[in-house]
T-cell receptor, first 111, second 115 residues
């Protein structure tokens, strides 16, 4: 099993550009989520999904879009990048109620 | 809403000594899970230990153990015989056990290990 994979590992964007962070898992987990990690703030939930076709907002959803067309994939779209979106992004997946498995993270810089 | 509080932003411990990281949480649920995650400089989030709220026995994983006090809503992590490789950010997290609900994280404690 590859577990949870994320691409890219690093990305630099200019303000106003859009991009998609990819996340995939091969463990057949229903639950997937996206977090951002900023210094002193811990991990904050952006969006999550409890199954294909079902998504919901987390604590900090503004400026981000998600969709879940398959169980395996859960991409995160930045619609118009802003410097405030400079962060490290983590994707995670899990079975119902259990611990989450995390991807390696994507470091995004918006200039 | 559930919250998780880690009151120690930074801690340090001498190699081979024992250190305890604190975590408290707020919930009205009776059935839930608690977790400790480790994040070394590599940035990878690694599960250290988990505790089911219905279990009275404290979870243990090798040198890592927890002190789970359900009534006090406290979930501390004890690291025994600390090693240089234990230096990392440690996050306490909470999750309701029914349904697919989000994991709620504390802000983390940075642990330094002094040789």
């Amino acid at each position: 099993n590859a577990g949870v994979t994320q691409t890219p590992k690093f990305q630099v964007l200019k303000t106003g550009q859009s991009m998609t962070l990819q996340c995939a898992q091969d463990m057949n987990h229903e639950y997937m989520s996206w977090y951002r990690q900023d210094p002193g703030m811990g991990l904050r939930l952006i969006h999550y999904s409890v199954g294909a076709g079902i998504t919901d907002q987390g604590e900090v959803p503004n400026g981000y879009n998600v969709s879940r067309s398959t169980t395996e994939d859960f991409p995160l779209r930045l619609l118009s990048a802003a410097p405030s979106q400079t962060s490290v992004y983590f994707c995670a997946s899990s079975r119902t109620g259990s611990e989450q498995y995390f991807g390696p993270g994507t470091r995004l810089t918006v200039t | 809403a559930q919250t998780v509080t880690q009151s120690q932003p930074e801690m340090s411990v001498q190699e081979a000594e024992t250190v305890t990281l604190s975590c408290t949480y707020d919930t009205s649920e009776s059935d839930y899970y608690l977790f400790w995650y480790k994040q070394p400089p590599s940035r990878q989030m690694i599960l250290v230990i988990r505790q089911e709220a219905y279990k009275q026995q404290n979870a243990t994983e090798n040198r890592f153990s927890v002190n789970f006090q359900k009534a006090a809503k406290s979930f501390s992590l004890k690291i025994s015989d600390s090693q240089l490789g234990d230096a990392a950010m440690y996050f306490c997290a909470y999750r309701i056990s029914r349904g697919n609900t989000p994991l709620v994280f504390g802000k983390g404690t940075r642990l330094s290990v002094i040789a």
